[in-house]
């Protein structure tokens, strides 16, 4: 079961209060009540005109951006590309795309625009870390364009919390994504080798010894949906830990990042890079919302899509 952390559901709390307190503030100004009682009062105009001026802009800012994060945001996707350099690679690099967090619904929102962005970057290899629908209504449009992704050297995937709302769904059958659970698949180009592990999300305790157990001598891509399984398989066994679940928050705040994670670290791993002992972990932001009734919006958490050139370390 997720659950909020203590201090995501305080930074929640007082964010909603903030929220209410403007908005409730504005819909008395503008129903006469406070402007009423204050200005009958001699010597509080001036402090209420200043009070009204603040309370108005503060509403005006709060719609702007309720504007800009529900019709702007979440179909401006961003490709994020990081270079990782490893002794474990000899000849040539590979290009790995990830995908996550599609959270696909009756309409088609960022599926179109990801097909075109992942197909015109040629990536070797395409991994999805679950979390793929809302609806069973945005199942032909999800599964058309997983299909229509070009990756040669394959195509992998796990499935998140949100998909076993399905389980008599086979979500990735005609995609020609392979799906990972407790598996190992080594990849292969010439003479490089790489290999990709997934689990799928579970409810109850994760078995993770085989992954532990991967060969350290190859470069090796653990997939899981969330965070969550860091800090018990971070080793020289896991190069790349690939996730995503968080959506960085859906909606952050400057200075301060996202108010929910629904991590068991809460904010410690909400989004970007880590370094982890000897792993390095990567949260995508992932390219769909939550379903309803979970905000329909992204602010400053635009949806991603994440690329890594796994290359040979320069001597």
């Known amino acids: 079961m997720i659950t909020l952390s203590c201090r995501e559901g305080i930074s929640l709390l007082i964010f909603l209060l903030l929220l209410l307190f403007i908005y409730g503030a504005e819909a008395l100004l503008l129903a006469g009540y406070v402007r ?4 009958r009062r001699p010597g509080k105009s001036k402090l209420f005109s200043r009070c009204y001026l603040v309370l108005h802009l503060a509403a005006a800012i709060g719609i702007g951006c309720w504007l800009y994060g529900r019709f702007i945001e979440p179909n401006w996707i961003q490709v994020n590309t990081t ?10 690099g590979l290009r790995l795309v990830h995908l996550t967090d599609l959270h696909c619904d009756r309409e088609i929102r960022n599926e179109e625009k990801m097909v075109e962005i992942v197909n015109g970057l040629k990536p070797d290899i395409v991994v999805a870390t679950g979390d793929y629908l809302n609806h069973t209504l945005g199942l ?9 992704l070009e990756a040669p050297l394959g195509k992998f995937a796990v499935l998140g919390n949100q998909d076993l709302k399905w389980p008599s769904v086979a979500l990735l059958d005609g995609t020609g994504f392979r799906r990972l659970n407790h598996e190992i698949v080594p990849v292969t180009r010439g003479s490089e080798s790489l290999g990709i592990a997934g689990i799928d999300y579970v409810r109850s305790h994760i078995p993770v010894d085989s992954v532990k157990a991967l060969p350290q001598d190859r470069f090796n891509v653990f997939l899981h949906h ?10 020289p066994g896991v190069d790349l830990y690939l996730c995503g679940h968080t959506h960085g928050g859906q909606v952050t705040l400057p200075w301060y990042g996202a108010l929910i994670t629904f991590s068991k670290f ?4 909400e989004s970007g890079l880590y370094r982890v002992h000897e792993t390095t972990l990567y949260v995508n932001r ?5 379903p309803r009734p979970g905000p329909q919006v992204r602010f400053l958490a635009r949806p991603e899509i994440a690329v890594f050139d796994i290359v040979p370390e320069q001597p």
């Not at 032909?140 to 229509?148: T, V």
């Not at 809460?266 to 791993?269: A, L, N």
């Open 286 to 290: 992932g390219l769909g919302l939550e």
């Open 83 to 92: 270079t990782i350099r490893t002794p474990k690679l000899q000849a040539s």
């Open 226 to 235: 969330t965070p969550d399984l860091i800090e018990d398989v971070c080793g």
């Open 140 to 148: 032909p449009h999800f599964r058309e364009a997983l299909r229509r």
């Open 36 to 39: 009423g009682r204050i200005c």
């Open 266 to 269: 809460g904010k410690k791993y």
